[in-house]
């Protein structure tokens, strides 16, 4: 019989791509986030906790010092 896997705090869902080579799991996307709705998910790499809520507004993305994170797969009305 299979084990189940593990649920992480990470969503299937997420627009947000994070470079794991390149973040520095400084948090500052986290904590910069005006929507709250990232994370520091396993191995201290930021995650969309809470998807639904995010306004795509690309802050993480700007503020992330390494640029290791983009956004993807964004909703076609917001593209």
Avoid: H
Avoid at 30 to 53: A, I, N, Q, T
């Amino acid at each position: 019989m299979k084990t189940p896997k593990k649920k992480t705090a990470e969503s299937p869902y997420s627009w947000l791509e994070v470079d794991r080579k390149k973040c520095s799991r400084c948090s500052l996307c986290v904590e910069m986030c005006p929507m709250d709705v990232l994370r520091m998910g396993e191995e201290k790499v930021p995650c969309m906790r809470y998807p639904d809520d995010c306004w795509y507004c690309d802050v993480c993305v700007s503020i992330c010092p390494k640029k290791a994170i983009t956004l993807k797969g964004l909703p076609y009305l917001i593209r």
